[in-house]
Structures are given as structure tokens and as C-alpha cells.
């Protein structure tokens, strides 16, 4: 969305002699003249990136750099606190245990683009651990069918709320406050009177977060596909953008970030491998990131939810169908809920009685805002619940480390919630007088 | 004078609209046809808007017909509007704030290839279209909350071309712009007449109106109040049919208004 991606390679066609040539010329003449002299255009080289940053901070477009910052500082004064936070065995456990609330998280993404909420993530999430306990265990279904039926019947709680929210008109908020009472109870009902189920240890949902790829070569080669496949859609992308005379990203910017890219690939695929591989709750969590990313940034549904988080109205004017679209998005909250609580249910190998319940909730919502996620609808990518679950985990453990009570722990954790909230709405506001709302 | 069809494009019979104790419309006619401007004025409250926004599907019709191409239709949502060729641009614009101009020309319509946006042909599109509506924007890849009033009014007047509609509506189009752009305006809709498109314009500026009109209806308290052709009608007898000079209640004030405007 911001301005450096349409740069001046208006020029640059014209003057680099290694520049794809000119397909059309009619339409490059044209593009020239579309270039408004007041607009700002990057510099080429690396001092252009320092004055498009200097001038992004003012305008108050800071996107990921607090937590990003954020997450830096916490890692810096842990690991002088204690120098095994960031061993390798400790950073796998924080990526491993972040899976289950992250996953619920990337759902909150969902909903807070629209500009609501859900505050029944938590106990729905129980209560598709709860479910997929009682069908696997007490019932003797096969996991696979356990499992599928959980997240259908999450996907369903979802649907409901958001039938409620969308056609009767009810607010999201009061709507899912109820729905956490209810599923609540619906857990503790379901669970019956002994009020824990234990897993398979050797089952499906087990090896969620037990399972490692031991194999040196699979995080080495995720990390390759990775890289290879965000260069090669990056690099053709942008020759189809050059060959359509639309403007592009010079190649050095996309080598730059395939770099960083692939720095921190490699770094994270050598950490895994020293202590026991790569985990599969890390892989899955980073395909749903990925999948769910896509949806919303290059598809019509997503651009949907981002068009109703701007503006109800005009979506409804433009024949969006708001009522689906707003069930839609319950509807993958409420399955991202049931998929984060069977990793929690995982982590713990069973389904008890305190399952979605405590700070699980305001974790999930905190992990999206911190990330970036605006509460205000409209801005957000689900990333951000990749960072924002980070933080939150790290903080978690890093306290652990050093032994620090519980309250303790509550009261940081809503320190740096508040943070984050007050850095999102000056934020806001700064950019409404820099007119990028 | 342009040629024009025997059938209007679109014809009001008898529409009337209801918002719980208000009256909005009463049995309100009006046609249009290919290759014809119709304004339509009318005081604050008169109606005009609530019309524009039964054709365009926001507030279906209580009573009374919509004819389209002679045939009568039912247009209860916007989609069923935009499906006939009926194109509206909104006095509130409709645009989201925190899209780029691409997304917002074609949103509702995305471009696909194999399911996903087509970004690279939306972007040339768009260029494509800003440039020969020769609107001047910074950049298509902007947020619209960075444009000004009237780029945002720009942006949304192309947004109603993508689909090469039968019939435009512009509420109010030239409200919030510049001496430039409102020229620029009035040109796009003289375009739009000679490439046989049919065009409801609704204004307040009677300059526009005489300007590139053919027609003028007039609503009067959610009524009818007179269809005039602009080439033999003079201001002074559309101003009165506004303000309700016929009416025996309010002559004296439209008298004083009339004296007002036309010193």
C-alpha cells in the first residue's frame, strides 16, 4: 500500500540499458504522464530506503517495527538475565507452545479486520478439545475423525455467532461474551464428572506438538523452498508488472528482501536443528500463516473483509454480500479457535476442565493487536499474530526463567497490551493528519 | 440535438417510498433515455437522493413500477441494479478509506486468473481508464484516504465507467470540486451522452444543469413537479418549480427567492 512500490521505474526503463524493453510504448507514454509531480517517489539506493523509513515514521506508517523492536528488547534483556533463553532448546519451546494460541490468534486477525470482536475464541477452543477428547477416548472414534469433526463443529460455533452478529443484528461483542458462557458450559458438560480426559500419547493429536523432523535436511530445505518460492513469485511478479508497463519494484529491492528473507530462514532452520529438528507444530502453524495470508491479500474474499473493515456502506453499494461475508469471517474464527485449542490439548495431552479458560482469551486478542492487527477494522495481515504470539510467549517464558510468580507475569503481559493499544490509536491518529487512515 | 429512442432506458411509474412516518416519494415518474441527460432538482429534502437510491437498489420501491428497456423489473438490491447496467455514483462517494484506488475502482468486480486478483491487469486497467477520463492521480496504489475531496469525487465517477453501464447516476457530482475538475466533470458527462449512454444528474447548480442537460425534473416535497427542456425553459421557471412557486402556501417566499437569484 505504500508509496515506494510504485517508484519511478518510469524512468528506470528508460535509462537502464538492462531494463526489460519497452513492450508498449503507448502504454509506458501514458504512465509517464500519470506520475503527478507532488508525489513522493523513492530514491534509488539505499539512501532512498533511509529517507522513505525517516519519512514512513513520521507520517506514522510503522507497521511491524514496534514489536519487531519490541521483540528484540525482550530478547535482549532476558537473555542478560539468563543465558538460556536463548538456547536453542528454550526458543523451540516457545515456538512449539506459542502454536496453540497464535492459531486462535490468526482467527482474531480475521475478525478485528472487520473492525469487531470475539471473546468466545476461548471456549470454543475448549470446547473442541473437549469434543475431540470424548469422541477419540470415551467413543473409540479414530482420531483423524475426532479431529475433523472438532474444528467442523468450531467452524459451526462460528457460524452461529456470526448469524446472530450479521442477520439479527446483535453486537459482536455482546453476542460472544455470551457464547463464552455457553461453551463453557458446554465443555464442562461434555467432559462429565471426572473433568479430564487424557489423550493418546501416541496418537494424532499428540504428535501435533510431539512430533520433530529430526532429519537435518527438512528444516535446511524448508527454508530453501521458502526463500526460493518468495523469489521466484517476487521476481516474476514484477516482470509481468513490467511487461503490463505498470511500475515495479527495481530488482535490488526484491534481492534485499529475498536476503533478510533468507537470513532469517537459515538462522531458524540451523537453531532448530541443534536441538531436536524441526517441530510440526511450527510447520503447520507457518502453512496456515501462509494460506490464510494469501486468501486475504490476493483474493476477492479477502479483499472483501479488508473493504468492510474501511466501509460497510460503500461494500454494500458495491454489492458485497456483508451479511455472508460477516458469517464467513466468524466462521474462520471459530474454526482457527478449535484448531489452537486440540495444539493446546496437545501440549498437555488431555482435555480438562481448564482448557480455554484464564488469560487464553485476552492472550489471543493481544497477540493480533500487538502484532500490528488495528482494533479499528481494516488493517492487518495475519502475521501479525506470528509476531504478536511471539512476544507474548517469550514473555511467558522469560518470567518463567527467572522464576517470576504468576501475577507478576499478568500484570507485564497487560502492560505490554496496553502498549501496543495506545501505539495503535496514535498511530491512527497521526495518520489521519498525514491522510493515510 | 441528440437522437433519441423511443423507449426510455428507464421509466418511474408511480414510485413511492415510505421510511416509517415519512413519505419520502408519492407516485413519482420519470423517464430516461439512451443518449439523454436528465437532471433532477429539487431542494434539500426533496426527494432527490431517495429516488437515486430506490434505481440503485439501496431502498427498494413500496409502490409503483420500474421500467427498464420497456419491460418492468424488480431492482431490490444492488447487485440486481448493477446486473440491468444502472451505475451510481453517491454523494458520500462509497469508497473505503483504507483501499488503494485500484481496489476501490474495482471493487465488487474484481479482475481473476484462476481465482486470484489479477492486481497486474486491475493496475494497467485503471491507469488505462484514469487516463483517457484524463483524471490526474498521484498514484493507483495509494489509500484514498490520502486523496483529496476531489481525486476521492474523480475516482469514484471512473469507478461507475468500468462497467460500461447503460445508465449513470451522479448525485451531486460537482459539489466538492475545483473550477478545473468541475469543467472536467461536465465534460465526462457530455462523453457519456455521445457514447449513448443515458445519465441522471442531480444538481444544485443551475449553471451545470443549463450546461450540459437535456432535460430537467424537478421534485417538489417527494412529488413531481414538472419535467421542462432545458433549451426552451428559462432559469427563473425552474427555480420556482423547485422552491414551489405554484404552491399558494409559499408564493410570497418563492417570490423573494426568485427576486434573490435572479438580482
Not at chain 1, 510431539?210 to 527438512?218: L, N, Q, V
Request: net charge neutral; with cysteine.
Amino acid at each position: 500500500m505504500s508509496i515506494d512500490k510504485t517508484s519511478a521505474n518510469v524512468d528506470k526503463t528508460t535509462d537502464d540499458p538492462k531494463g526489460a524493453p519497452v513492450v508498449n510504448p503507448e502504454a509506458a507514454a501514458a504512465a509517464v504522464t500519470a506520475v503527478d509531480p507532488r508525489l513522493l517517489v523513492r530514491e534509488q539506493g539505499l539512501l532512498g530506503y533511509w529517507s522513505e523509513f525517516k519519512r514512513k515514521m513520521k507520517a506514522g506508517e510503522l507497521g511491524s517495527l514496534p514489536v519487531i523492536v519490541g521483540l528484540a528488547v525482550i530478547c535482549v534483556i532476558f537473555q542478560m538475565l539468563n543465558s538460556n533463553f536463548l538456547s536453542a532448546q528454550n526458543i523451540n519451546d516457545i515456538t512449539v507452545t506459542m502454536v496453540g494460541t497464535g492459531m486462535i490468534s490468526v482467527g482474531i486477525v480475521f475478525v478485528l479486520l472487520l473492525g469487531e470482536i470475539d471473546l468466545s475464541v476461548g471456549s470454543v477452543s475448549g470446547a473442541a478439545s473437549a469434543l475431540m477428547a470424548v469422541l477419540a477416548v470415551n467413543q473409540g472414534w479414530p482420531e483423524w475423525a475426532a479431529i475433523l469433526l472438532a474444528v467442523g463443529a468450531g467452524v459451526a460455533i462460528g457460524a452461529l455467532h456470526g448469524f446472530f452478529f450479521a442477520v439479527l443484528g446483535a453486537p459482536a461483542f455482546a453476542v460472544t461474551l455470551a457464547g463464552l458462557l455457553f461453551w463453557l458450559g458446554f465443555m464442562l458438560k461434555v467432559l462429565g464428572e471426572d473433568g479430564t480426559i487424557n489423550l493418546d500419547g501416541d496418537g494424532l493429536v499428540a504428535k501435533l506438538t510431539t512430533y520433530y523432523f529430526s532429519d537435518i535436511a527438512a528444516a535446511y530445505g524448508l527454508a530453501v523452498v521458502a526463500v526460493a518460492v518468495f523469489f521466484l513469485t517476487s521476481f516474476l511478479g514484477n516482470k509481468r508488472r513490467e511487461a503490463a508497463g505498470v511500475p515495479s519494484r527495481p530488482l535490488s529491492d526484491t534481492v534485499l528482501r529475498t536476503v533478510l528473507l533468507a537470513v532469517i530462514s537459515f538462522a531458524a532452520a540451523y537453531m532448530y536443528n541443534q536441538y531436536k529438528g524441526l517441530p510440526l507444530a511450527t510447520v503447520v502453524f507457518l502453512a496456515f500463516l501462509v494460506g490464510t495470508d494469501f486468501v486475504l491479500r490476493r483474493t476477492a474474499y479477502g479483499r472483501k473483509i479488508f473493504a468492510l473493515g474501511g466501509s460497510v456502506e460503500a461494500s454494500r453499494r458495491a454489492g458485497i454480500n456483508v451479511t455472508a461475508v460477516r458469517i464467513s469471517v466468524f466462521a474462520v474464527s471459530g474454526g482457527f479457535a478449535a484448531i489452537g485449542g486440540l495444539f493446546l490439548a496437545s501440549k498437555i495431552a488431555s482435555a480438562n476442565q481448564s482448557a480455554g479458560t484464564g488469560d487464553l482469551l485476552m492472550n489471543a486478542i493481544a497477540a493480533a493487536v500487538i502484532g500490528g492487527t488495528s482494533l479499528f477494522g481494516g488493517r492487518g495481515r495475519t502475521w501479525n499474530a506470528l509476531l504478536g504470539v511471539l512476544v507474548i510467549v517469550s514473555i511467558q517464558y522469560g518470567l518463567q526463567l527467572q522464576s517470576i510468580a504468576e501475577p507478576v507475569k499478568y500484570m507485564i503481559t497487560a502492560a505490554v497490551l496496553l502498549t501496543t493499544v495506545v501505539i495503535d490509536s496514535i498511530t491512527r491518529k497521526t495518520q489521519k493528519t498525514a491522510g493515510r487512515a | 440535438m441528440v437522437h433519441v429512442s423511443a423507449t426510455p432506458v428507464l421509466a418511474l411509474r408511480g414510485v413511492s417510498k415510505r421510511f416509517g412516518a415519512v413519505q419520502a416519494l408519492t407516485d413519482v415518474e420519470l423517464e430516461v433515455h439512451a443518449g439523454e441527460v436528465v437532471a433532477l432538482v429539487g431542494d434539500n429534502g426533496a426527494g432527490k437522493s431517495t429516488l437515486v437510491k430506490t434505481i440503485a437498489g439501496v431502498h427498494p420501491i413500496d409502490e409503483g413500477v420500474i421500467e427498464w428497456d420497456g419491460k418492468p423489473v424488480s431492482i431490490s438490491r444492488p447487485h440486481d441494479a448493477q446486473a440491468l447496467g444502472i451505475a451510481t455514483v453517491y454523494q458520500d462517494l462509497a469508497l473505503c478509506d483504507n483501499i488503494d484506488v485500484v481496489g476501490n475502482l474495482f471493487l465488487g468486480r474484481e479482475l481473476k486468473k484462476w481465482g486470484v486478483l489479477d492486481e497486474v491487469e486491475m493496475e494497467r486497467r485503471s491507469r488505462e481508464l484514469l487516463t483517457t477520463l484524463s483524471i490526474r492521480i498521484p498514484s493507483v496504489r495509494i489509500p484514498i484516504a490520502s486523496l483529496s475531496g476531489g481525486q476521492r469525487q474523480t475516482v469514484a465517477i471512473a469507478r461507475s465507467m468500468l462497467g460500461d453501464p447503460k445508465l449513470v447516476i451522479l448525485d451531486e457530482p460537482t459539489a466538492a470540486l475545483g473550477v478545473e475538475q468541475t469543467a472536467q466533470v461536465l465534460d465526462l458527462v457530455e462523453r457519456l451522452r455521445e457514447r449513448g449512454h443515458a445519465v441522471i444528474l442531480i444538481s444544485h447548480n443551475m449553471a451545470d444543469v443549463k450546461a450540459v442537460a437535456d432535460k430537467v425534473a424537478v421534485l417538489r416535497l417527494g412529488r413531481n413537479n414538472g419535467v421542462f427542456e432545458v433549451k426552451t425553459t428559462s432559469q427563473e421557471e425552474i427555480i420556482s418549480a423547485i422552491t414551489g412557486a405554484t404552491d399558494n402556501a409559499v408564493t410570497r417566499r418563492a417570490a423573494r427567492t426568485n427576486g434573490e437569484v435572479s438580482q
